[in-house]
Nanobody
Framework: EPQLVESGGGLVQAGGSLRLSCRTS????????IGWFRQVPGKEREGVSC????????YYSDSVKGRFTISRDNAKNTVYLQMNSLEPEDTAAYYC???????????????????WGQGTQVTVSS
């Protein structure tokens, strides 16, 4: 059974940084693109970033482009999300997820991702 486990969330002041990690197991990591979504209570889950498998190509939502960086370590089966210049609007639960394709092509939609982690909370104070 594929598993994804997020860590690294927490409370940070505006302008600060956090690094989220997504440790995966139970599947061939190299065969899948991996994405990050976030969700605020009462709102739909929003795509944040995605990293492809074969060429490491990355995609970002407009709201985080230039501030967040996604990367993957195939040797450790782990994906990272480095978040800089955090804003109160970034406050959300962040979820790591496996895309059903090897490549991202785009951030895509929730239905294009099949396994999800339990989420890690990021809170940015103003």
């Amino acid at each position: 059974e594929p598993q994804l486990v997020e860590s690294g969330g927490g409370l940070v002041q505006a302008g600060g940084s956090l690094r989220l990690s997504c440790r995966t197991s139970g599947f061939t990591f190299d065969d899948y693109a991996i994405g990050w979504f976030r969700q605020v209570p009462g709102k739909e889950r929003e795509g944040v970033s995605c990293v492809s498998s074969s060429d490491g190509k990355t995609y970002y939502s407009d709201s985080v482009k230039g501030r967040f960086t996604i990367s993957r370590d195939n040797a450790k089966n782990t994906v990272y999300l480095q978040m800089n210049s955090l804003e109160p609007e970034d406050t959300a639960a962040y979820y790591c997820t496996r895309k059903i394709y090897r490549e991202c092509y785009a951030l895509g939609y929730v239905y294009e991702y099949d396994y999800w982690g339990q989420g890690t909370q990021v809170t940015v104070s103003s």
